[in-house]
């Protein structure tokens, strides 16, 4: 439409030729230098030995300080004493120092006043009076709780190893009494303990007496039974009454091979007439006291 404005456009559409491009200014490009890499300096080492010679004298020849090797080292003991600050401080004992100088630091650590305050539990072994008592001395002496409980902890062990020690040595010893004695007195092993007990109430009336014995070993022990055994031969069948089992029987084998000879040297005896009716029952005879004094 003539005579209105147009509508508003980049666009052109009249044929006006070719347009002219602007020229660029053509300028050469430059790539900027790289920057240069600071390079790290390097740590400045400080000679800790001109450092201390550089002290006024009553500094430099601190004791305190013949430890330090190093810059490093000064700085880490500073370190150590700042964070030593404001904690309790227990000094050591000098050699002026008492017994009760030594159990105010231990209490200090941790020692209980009272035998109570130990957390320890009771023993079997070693009973509750000696626990007690051990506590007691805890106390007294200043032990530390770890401590009162590895010492009672070695101690319970090598009471335990003891009297298991002492359990296989005593079994021992009655194993080797007794079989001594079964094979010294063979088939009349039961008949001499019999007799070796009659003798031995007789002599020994009052119980607690003879448990006293009994708890000493003597019950087992060879030559004691054998005493008793003996002096048992020297009493007569009535003073068993009461206190033994009566009448006995049975052999040891010296005495069955003493019966055996007898019998052999009887020329009057059915075993050495073998047309006597008792004959083969005198050869059994004498065939089994052989096997009493011969057991094995």
């Given at each position: ?129 000696f626990v007690k008592d051990f506590l007691n001395d805890a106390a007294k002496n200043g032990l530390l709780p ?151």
């Open positions: 439409m003539s005579g209105e404005e147009g509508t508003q456009s980049l666009l052109n559409t009249e044929d006006t030729g070719t347009a002219q491009q602007p020229q660029a200014t053509q300028e050469t490009s430059k790539d900027p230098a790289p920057a240069s890499t600071p390079q790290a300096s390097e740590p400045v080492k400080v000679d800790w030995s001109k450092v201390r010679e550089s002290l006024p004298e009553d500094l430099r020849n601190d004791k305190s300080l013949e430890t330090i090797k190093d810059i490093e080292g000064l700085v880490k003991s500073y370190i150590h004493a700042q964070k030593a600050i404001g904690k309790e401080k227990i000094p050591l004992p000098d050699k002026h120092a008492t017994t009760e100088d030594y159990i105010n630091i231990l209490r200090k650590l941790g020692s209980p006043e009272k035998p109570e305050d130990f957390k320890v539990g009771q023993s079997e072994i070693l009973g509750e009076d770890w401590q009162a409980e590895s010492i009672l902890k070695d101690i319970e062990k090598h009471v335990s190893e003891t009297l298991e020690q002492s359990k296989v040595q005593e079994e021992t010893y009655i194993k080797e009494n007794i079989d001594a004695l079964r094979k010294e007195w063979g088939q009349a092993f039961d008949e001499k303990v019999q007799r070796a007990n009659a003798a031995f109430k007789f002599l020994v009336p009052d119980p607690e007496e003879r448990q006293a014995l009994i708890d000493q070993g003597l019950g087992v022990n060879k030559a004691f039974m054998k005493m008793l055994a003996k002096v048992s031969e020297t009493m007569k069948e009535d003073d068993f009454i009461g206190v033994g089992e009566g009448k006995f029987g049975g052999m040891t084998p010296e005495e069955a091979l003493q019966r055996a000879r007898e019998i052999q040297g009887d020329p009057n005896h059915p075993y050495r007439n073998p047309s006597h009716p008792n004959h083969k029952a005198a050869k059994e005879e004498v065939a089994n006291l052989y096997k009493i004094a011969f057991p094995d």
